[in-house]
């Protein structure tokens, strides 16, 4: 057991590398500032969640699903910081199963990529990122608005792979997949994104039923 816990670390270095920097970077930052406290953490006082995402559709924002996490997240910043290194850690992970894990699947090619090279590179990929443009309309605001709509994307992209593939799609896989779909598009630029992957899944659908391969029609559910 324990040498296969080591067989895993060293397999996932890149990943780890990946989590510690996320780790300290939230021990060191501060919410001192931006959106999160001059607006967001006060709109709690004396209403409920309902009614400020009813004045917020009315007057300014539609980022429903997005707003119904942010608003109370920020109220506890000790929660984001725990959600965001995840977040934070996770993104590299889905990037390289999308890029590096058996493309030749579904790609009918060839992949000479090397594996622990291709997690090197979506780390350096996340970690060359400059982090503190994420401060511009405070920490939590900015993530949430922008770093964890990437991830359900990436998420979303990885499941339209597993149906390409042909695998088995599990219940919670596609149950966790709507409520990414719902939370991404409430984010305009993500939203756009996430309506062509869908068309352009579609269309590969269709092709590979003109060719006379078996398509994946379960695709259909999560749009």
């Known amino acids: 057991m324990k040498e296969k816990i080591q067989k895993v670390f060293r397999q996932n270095i890149p990943f780890v590398v990946v989590f510690v920097a996320a780790l300290i970077w939230h021990l060191v930052i501060k919410i001192s500032a931006g959106d999160d406290v001059v607006y967001f953490q006060t709109l709690m006082d004396g209403r409920s969640i309902w009614e400020i995402l009813a004045h917020r559709y009315a007057t300014w924002s539609s980022r429903m699903a997005i707003e119904f996490v942010l608003i109370p997240l920020v109220q506890v910043p000790w929660l984001w910081k725990i959600l965001d ?28 990529i090397n594996k622990t090279a291709g997690k090197w590179l979506v780390c350096a990929f996340m970690l060359l990122y400059p982090f503190s443009d994420m401060v511009s309309a405070g920490w939590i ?83």
Not at 93 to 105: A, C, D, M, T
Not at 146 to 170: E, T
Not at 171 to 200: D, N, P, T
Request: aromatic share 14%; with cysteine; hydrophobic share 55%.
């Open 85 to 112: 290194i995840i977040v934070f850690t996770l993104i590299p992970v889905l990037l390289y199963r999308l890029l590096f894990l058996n493309p030749e699947k579904y790609l009918y090619m060839e992949c000479n």
């Open 141 to 223: 605001a900015t993530t949430v608005n922008y770093l964890w709509p990437l991830l359900g994307l990436l998420y979303i992209a990885l499941l339209l792979q597993k149906l390409a593939q042909n695998k088995f799609l599990h219940w919670y896989e596609g149950a966790a997949g709507v409520i990414c779909c719902i939370f991404c598009s409430s984010q305009e630029q993500v939203a756009a994104i996430l309506l062509v992957m869908l068309f352009l899944a579609l269309l590969y659908n269709w092709h590979r039923k003109k060719r006379g391969v078996c398509g994946f029609t379960d695709i259909l559910p999560l749009i």
